[in-house]
């Protein structure tokens, strides 16, 4: 089982289009994927089909009030096979807020709590750090950082990369940056391609080759409820977050043999 975080402090960078639509290639490749929904905004479990106004399911949420010891309860299957989700919900924020002022040092997951029956474990964080997100970073075995191919994403980078490392010395020094890569590309502007050259020069080997362009049709597939590979499989969006895929997957392959 490989745990992978997918991290920016900065909001709407592509975290959760990514985290989801990566899962989703994932499943597509018959890995067994769980993906664990970090957020209040449940952005990814909405995505994934999981809208608690719409539903009736538990969530992280009552995972972490019940003090269960066990996580599989609370996990959904979703419409795609071998993709599983521990859903978020918004009554997450108030806990989010009560653990930050009065409980900053519990953590609710252990490693143990992680099923080991998946292939992936991919967590979506919230763009401000809580300290669920310190606790999914105090486990994982890698970190993803989407950087949005804007002028401004770069101080966003700089303050995800100051986490990392916070948490390498604190909480988990074995925590690996899988890798860095751009998000929202427009090729037409100048701004785009500085930024991602900028990221190449100062990032190296760090970045993914693999980019992810503007298009429209990860957002349709967002208002679907799917991801990408299985809503227009055919789409540039699609072709792209499967390549990402298959980097991630090399990556880690790579690392584990040495
Ligand atoms: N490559 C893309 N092309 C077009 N639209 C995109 C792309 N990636 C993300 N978006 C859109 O940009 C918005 C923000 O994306 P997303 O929700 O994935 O970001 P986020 O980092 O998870 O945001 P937050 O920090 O608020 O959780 C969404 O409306 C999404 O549909
Ligand atoms: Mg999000």
């Known amino acids: 089982m490989t745990s992978i975080v997918v991290l920016n402090n900065k909001g709407g960078v592509g975290k959760t289009t990514s985290v989801v639509n990566i899962a989703g290639a994932l499943a597509q490749k018959n890995k067994k994927t769980l993906l664990v929904d970090l957020d209040p905004a449940a952005s990814a479990s909405v995505h994934l089909g999981l809208d608690k106004n719409t539903g009736d399911f538990k969530t992280l949420c009552d995972f972490i009030l019940e003090g269960a010891d066990d996580v599989h309860p609370f996990i959904r299957e979703t419409a795609f096979k071998h993709l599983h989700c521990l859903p978020s919900e918004p009554a997450l924020s108030d806990f989010y807020d ?147 895929t298959q980097e991630i997957q090399s990556r880690i392959k790579k690392d584990k043999r040495t």
Do not use: C, W
């Open 98 to 244: 009560e653990m930050v002022h009065e409980q900053e040092d519990r953590f609710f997951f252990e490693r143990g709590h992680l099923p080991e029956r998946y292939d992936y474990i991919l967590f979506d964080s919230p763009p401000n750090m809580g300290s669920l997100a310190f606790n999914a970073l105090a486990l994982a075995d890698y970190v993803l950082i989407p950087v949005q191919t804007q002028f401004l994403a770069l101080n966003g980078l700089q303050l995800t990369l100051k986490t990392v490392d916070k948490v390498r010395r604190h909480l988990n020094p074995d925590l690996k940056i899988l890798g860095i890569f751009g998000t929202q590309y427009d090729r037409r502007t100048r701004v785009a391609r500085d930024v991602l050259e900028h990221l190449r020069q100062q990032h190296g080997k760090l970045m993914m080759k693999t980019v992810i362009g503007v298009n429209s049709k990860l957002t349709e597939a967002y208002n679907a409820q799917k991801p990408i590979v299985f809503k227009t499989p055919a789409a540039r969006g699609a072709r792209e977050y499967a390549a990402l």
